[in-house]
């Protein structure tokens, strides 16, 4: 089957961001889908009471009734779930692993929803079916049979819902094993460790409310326009009540400059629109800790100068003393950081730095966002701690309006934290589960994504399973990590959507088809609601809208529940009695999760419930019982493992540095389209940004096909071939590329201090000519 694509073509976008635009390419993913009419009724659900959480992105709703609450990257997320297509036995009949292999993740995609379980046996090159309880009872099988449960991985994907991701939890350390990486490794994990040592949870400080207080917010390394897109709305009236809207990206993002709201027939018809920002500084990759240094060293400049004429500076002098510690140590790094340093790494100007602080030391209530460009950097939890340090300084926790905001990305995958979905637990959760469960639970720290792939490497672990998600693209060196796949003797996908994670086997290897949030999800006790938690800690419940495409399709729960039961029995629980009513679940929920009790009770107030956020109350459970001040130096930008390979061979230096990011027409690993409209590109993927003047340096012309090689201390060539050049507005030594294509790039070593989070914004390159088959572009 075809997927529709383009032709190649690069022009610079010039409408607003949303507008006729989404309106166009909402209506092009709906009659895509292959049952617009169906998916047209589901779509007025999204984000209702009584209807479905968006499956898209983890921000969260206004509390206000009676509007559209859906954006247009929301809808192509559930057309593209809600696909009439389908993926069967016969498909895996006409399609061996090989060919498969060869195709794109846009086509693997595109194919349709999997509507049985398949079984790849290890012999020939075929998917064959398989019957659910012999797919159970072969993962039984192998789990049984390791020397240790540490032998297996439990991957999760940030769409389970909490039912699904705390069985899951229990089903891997009732097994035995605090295996559990997730997709959060390689996301907002620098978020959650930064965030804990200085105020005390890992989760974000502000609701939806602060929004409309808020005097200044910053948007720091995000782009909300193609990731979350309801974050318009709250920016642009921000806007135009008269706040600032500072952001910070060094590339310039539509998404964060004007506006057209598709709800807004006055600005769809006149053609009006919003601007989305006040001001936009555009930083060096991995910059932003210097800016943010530099803020504050303005702060102390002016709290000085106020002080020695008696007025007050605009440090909350109360604040700090009452609540934080480590404050004189953090004036000391900041005194000792010298301009030339903060401006050689920052990659802006010290005026634009002091027009920020500006903005900051007059704002009485400051919201501070940031994603992705902040968390995939080598030092990103101390990038973290410097902006709470900064917003610390002006006792902006724990206030309204004001606050720390971390924007989460998948639909659910706070709420699977939340659930214990972890590889590093804390002792509080693990004695709860055992209290609960009577039964000892593992206690050593299991493996993250890093780790796990690492573990598979050296024969450590040898059966994945994977709930949801796409571990062979998501993840890092893609030649190491499918090798890595490879050498397990199992690997099981439960999915609703074919990806290379079901071609990139382990010797045997299982898909295991599930039903997606859209779906109506029928149990012995009827029709049943998942529940997920957004961003800012609201939980509520979902419903599916759609009859599912198969009835051989499991829901999560059911599967997890299969599985466990095969391989334990009813210890500790009757798993599959379980799921004859989630209530059930959640009733053990609400017994060992804090925020939980009386659950299925609370999930009857429309809109769900908020689980208190112990910093906004100004509570500090940190060791100390206070908000720290985290103090570090500011890191050099190369790190070492690079400037050694670079020693190595003498004077040629990396040619530029890549972030990789995500394209207007993807959802992570799972692509739409070829296009991406907002930067104006269309029909490929295979591209790389760069300025015109570095391109020409380089000596490359704009349009020519290049070989990206990536740059590290090891032996290994990373090579991507066939790139088009494309010149573009980005500041000078920066590149980016898209997610996944350019993932063979990123070292399995190169990973955040902390975090062990990818570095993914940071990968520094070498251009060569490119040495793939020439292709029409
Ligand atoms: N439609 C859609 N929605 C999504 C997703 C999707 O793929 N598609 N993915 C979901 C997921 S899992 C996540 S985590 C989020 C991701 O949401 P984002 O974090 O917005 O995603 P990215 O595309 O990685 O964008 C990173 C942005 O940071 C900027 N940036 C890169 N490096 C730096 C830096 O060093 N400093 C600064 N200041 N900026 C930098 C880039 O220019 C880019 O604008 O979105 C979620 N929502
Ligand atoms: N280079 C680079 N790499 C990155 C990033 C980057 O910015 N740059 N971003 C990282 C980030 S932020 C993240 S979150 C990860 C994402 O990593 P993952 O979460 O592993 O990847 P996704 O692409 O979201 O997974 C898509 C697959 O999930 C399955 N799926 C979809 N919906 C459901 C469902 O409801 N249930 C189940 N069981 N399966 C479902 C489908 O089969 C689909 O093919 O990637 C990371 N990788
Ligand atoms: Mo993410």
Redesign the pocket.
Known sequence: MKTPVDRFRFRPYQRPAAGWGALRSVAHAWLDSRQPFKNLRAMLQTNQNGGFDCP???WGEAPKEGRIRFCE?GA??VNWEASGRGVDRDFFARHSLQDLMAQDDYWLEYQGRLTEPMFYDGEGNHYRPISWDEAFALVAKHLQGLDSPDEAAFYTS?RASNEAAFLYQLFARAFGTNNLPD?SNM??EASGVALKASIGTGKGTVTYGDFDKAEAIFV?????G???PRMLEPLSEAVERGARVLV????R?RGLERFQAPQNPVQMLTGGEVPLSTDYFR??????MAVIRGIAKFLFQWQDEAQQIGETGPLDLDFIREHSEGFEQYRAVVDDASWEEILAYSGITKDEIECAAHVYSRSNATIMCW????TQ?RHSVAIIQEITNLQLLRGQVGRPGAGLCP????SN?QGDRTMGIDDNPSAALLDALERKFALPMPREAGVNVVKAIEAMLEGRVKVFIGLGGNFAQATPDSARTHGALRKCDLTVQISTKLNRSHLVTGKQALILPCLGRTDIDIQVGGAQAVTVEDSFSMVHASFGQLKPLSAEMRSEPAIIAGLAQATLGEKPVPWVKLVEDYRLIRDLIADVIPGFENFNRKLETPGGFYLPNSAGQRRWKTRNGKANFVSHSLPAPLPPEVLEKIGKEGARKADLVL?T??SHD???TTVYGLNDRYRGVTGNRRVLFAHHDDIQRLGFTDRQPVDIVSLWSDDVERRVQGFTLIAFDIPKGQA?AY?PEANPLVPLESYGIGSFTPTS??IAIRLEPSSAPQRIV
């Open positions: 898209g992105c983890a990257n192509k997320a940030g997709c996301c907002h720091i390394g995000q782009n909300p193609t990731n979350h910070f990206n060094p590339l993002e930083p060096a990759l991995g910059g932003d994603a992705m460009g902040v950097h924007v989460r990305g998948h995958v972030q990011l995500r993807q959802y992570n980016a997610y914004k940071y």
